[in-house]
C-alpha cells in the first residue's frame, strides 16, 4: 500500500481475514463495553491476522488492566482514546502507543500543536479523530483545523472514512495512515466486503508521505 491502512472494530474472523489479505497494515480491536464492536482479549489473541499489528483501542482501563490486556491479547499497539497523560504512555512503552487527539476539543490550532510536541517522544503514532473524545463518531472533521500543524509523529487520520470520503480527505491533508471503521460497515461491527475493496482500492493510489513508517 502507498499509505499505512488500519481497519479498526474487528469482530469476527471473516472480517479480519479480508482485512489482512486486502493488506491492512493495522487491525484494531476494541476493549470498552459500551462500543457495539467491543471483543475479548481471547478473540483479539486468536485473530489470524498475519502479517498486520494487532492494535487495542482502550479508553477506561488502569495502567495495570493495560498492560494485563497486551499479554492477554498479543497486541503489538494500543490505541489511547481515553486522554492518558504522560505518565500512562511513558509506562506502557512509546514503540506500543498510538495517541489520539481530537482537534475540535481545542480552542485553537495552537494548543493542539503544543499537545502533539508534548507526546511527540511518547507515542509511535499520532490519530486524530472528530468528537472532543472517545471515538466511534461516525462523521469526520473540518480538516481546517489542522492546515496550519507540523506533526512530529507519524499520524493517522480518522473520522468517517469511506470510499466516498476518502478522495477529499486525501487531497486535503497528507497522513501517513488512515484509520477505518463504520465507513466501511454495513452494520455496527460488520464490515462490508465491496465497500473494504473499494477504500483499499482508493488508498493504493495514494502518494506516500515522507514521515511514514
Given at each position: 500500500?502507498?499509505?499505512?491502512?488500519?481497519?479498526?472494530?474487528?469482530t469476527?474472523?471473516?472480517?479480519?481475514a479480508l482485512?489482512?489479505?486486502?493488506?491492512?497494515d493495522f487491525?484494531?480491536?476494541?476493549?470498552h463495553?459500551?462500543?457495539?464492536?467491543n471483543?475479548?482479549?481471547?478473540?483479539?489473541?486468536?485473530?489470524?491476522?498475519?502479517?498486520a499489528?494487532?492494535?487495542?483501542?482502550?479508553?477506561?482501563?488502569?495502567?495495570?488492566?493495560?498492560l494485563?490486556?497486551?499479554?492477554?491479547?498479543?497486541?503489538d499497539?494500543?490505541?489511547?482514546?481515553?486522554?492518558?497523560?504522560e505518565?500512562?504512555?511513558?509506562?506502557v512503552?512509546?514503540?506500543?502507543?498510538?495517541?489520539?487527539?481530537?482537534?475540535e476539543?481545542?480552542?485553537?490550532?495552537?494548543?493542539l500543536?503544543?499537545?502533539?510536541?508534548?507526546f511527540?517522544?511518547?507515542?509511535?503514532?499520532?490519530?486524530?479523530?472528530?468528537?472532543s473524545?472517545?471515538?466511534?463518531?461516525?462523521?469526520?472533521?473540518?480538516?481546517?483545523?489542522i492546515?496550519?500543524?507540523?506533526?512530529?509523529?507519524?499520524?493517522?487520520l480518522?473520522?468517517?472514512?469511506s470510499?466516498?470520503?476518502l478522495?477529499?480527505a486525501?487531497?486535503?491533508?497528507?497522513?501517513?495512515?488512515?484509520d477505518?471503521n463504520?465507513?466501511v460497515?454495513?452494520?455496527?461491527?460488520?464490515?462490508d466486503?465491496d465497500?473494504?475493496?473499494?477504500a483499499?482500492a482508493?488508498l493504493a493510489k495514494?502518494p506516500?508521505?515522507?514521515?511514514?513508517?
Amino acid at each position: 500500500m502507498s499509505i499505512l491502512v488500519k481497519v479498526c472494530g474487528m469482530t469476527s474472523t471473516d472480517d479480519v481475514a479480508l482485512c489482512r489479505d486486502l493488506g491492512a497494515d493495522f487491525l484494531g480491536f476494541i476493549f470498552h463495553p459500551a462500543s457495539p464492536r467491543n471483543v475479548t482479549p481471547g478473540f483479539a489473541a486468536s485473530a489470524p491476522a498475519g502479517p498486520a499489528k494487532k492494535v487495542g483501542v482502550l479508553v477506561k482501563q488502569t495502567l495495570d488492566e493495560t498492560l494485563a490486556l497486551i499479554d492477554a491479547a498479543r497486541l503489538d499497539f494500543v490505541q489511547l482514546a481515553g486522554g492518558q497523560d504522560e505518565a500512562f504512555c511513558a509506562a506502557v512503552g512509546r514503540e506500543r502507543v498510538v495517541k489520539v487527539f481530537w482537534p475540535e476539543r481545542y480552542a485553537a490550532p495552537a494548543d493542539l500543536q503544543a499537545d502533539l510536541e508534548r507526546f511527540a517522544g511518547l507515542a509511535a503514532y499520532h490519530l486524530l479523530d472528530a468528537g472532543s473524545g472517545g471515538g466511534g463518531h461516525g462523521r469526520g472533521f473540518d480538516l481546517g483545523l489542522i492546515w496550519s500543524l507540523a506533526f512530529p509523529r507519524p499520524w493517522l487520520l480518522a473520522g468517517g472514512l469511506s470510499p466516498e470520503t476518502l478522495p477529499a480527505a486525501l487531497s486535503a491533508c497528507r497522513p501517513a495512515g488512515v484509520d477505518l471503521n463504520s465507513g466501511v460497515e454495513s452494520a455496527p461491527g460488520v464490515k462490508d466486503a465491496d465497500k473494504l475493496r473499494r477504500a483499499f482500492a482508493l488508498l493504493a493510489k495514494a502518494p506516500r508521505t515522507k514521515d511514514q513508517r
